[in-house]
């Protein structure tokens, strides 16, 4: 089912403010991710006129756990039980087939967004959101282990900064309103919305070099990301919820 649009007066607004947890702040790596995808969604929202924008100013509050003070989405790390307060009560993120709680690995290269239309809010309107992205991502990277040509193997190793910014812009498309449902799929139009993706690792020395995987195009290049884009299924799907 389609995720409404936020509430009209910050629909009006145009930006949506974005609260950092301290389980972010003392992690660097996502504190920077964090920071580089606010600035790349909004480039990619001046450019393709999607009508909103994300920020995340110095000072800004959480979401109020029983009013409506505070940012409008809520950015985490995830590890196990996703849980989150809203309107004075405890929320617990579950599995939209079983309806059970979700254990959210804290390894694998996905996020989680919640979008909550809230009592205060209106019916159907979305009043808060709150994105999940995994506290350790892992990837699968070549490592040399001699002076050998074929002293190499596979280990594992924390996913570089490239994928971590593309995990952070998927999950503020969620934000904007976009259900899974409307994720795009692997092929032509693959974008930063895509769902399932593969991975192009660097070595293991270089995570710098990480890259999201969204489409094999032999014999021309692979198409691949960073840098985040938005095809045009995507983009009128968020402008039809902001302008």
């Not at 998927?170 to 593969?198: K, Q, R, V, W, Y």
């Not at 690792?201 to 960073?226: H, M």
Request: with cysteine.
């Amino acid at each position: 089912m389609t995720v409404r649009p936020w509430r009209d007066d910050i629909k009006n607004g145009k930006v949506l403010t974005i609260f950092p947890t301290d389980k972010v702040k003392n992690d660097a790596g996502w504190l920077q991710a964090f920071k580089d995808s606010i600035v790349e969604f909004n480039q990619l929202s001046t450019t393709l006129k999607l009508g909103v924008t994300f920020s995340s100013p110095p000072g800004v509050k959480k979401p109020d756990p029983v009013g409506e003070d505070g940012a409008e989405v809520q950015f985490d790390l995830g590890d196990g039980r996703l849980e989150y307060e809203a309107v004075g009560q405890k929320f617990v993120a579950t599995d939209k087939d079983t309806k059970q709680p979700i254990n959210f690995s804290k390894t694998a290269l996905h996020g989680y967004t919640e979008t909550l239309a809230l009592s205060f809010g209106g019916p159907g309107r979305i009043r808060r959101a709150f994105i999940f992205v995994p506290a350790t991502p892992m990837v699968t990277a070549v490592m040399r282990v001699g002076p050998g040509p074929n002293d190499f193997k596979d280990v594992q190793r924390l996913a570089g900064p490239g994928i971590r910014k593309f995990i952070a812009v998927h999950e503020l498309i969620h934000a904007c309103g976009l259900s899974d449902a409307e994720h795009n799929a692997t092929g032509p139009d693959a974008d930063t919305f895509t769902i399932n993706p593969g991975v192009s690792a660097g070595s293991f020395q270089k995570p710098e070099d990480d890259k999201i995987l969204l489409r094999v195009n032999a014999p021309n290049p692979n198409v691949t990301a960073p840098p985040n884009f938005i095809k045009k299924k995507v983009a009128d799907l968020i402008r039809n919820n902001w302008t």
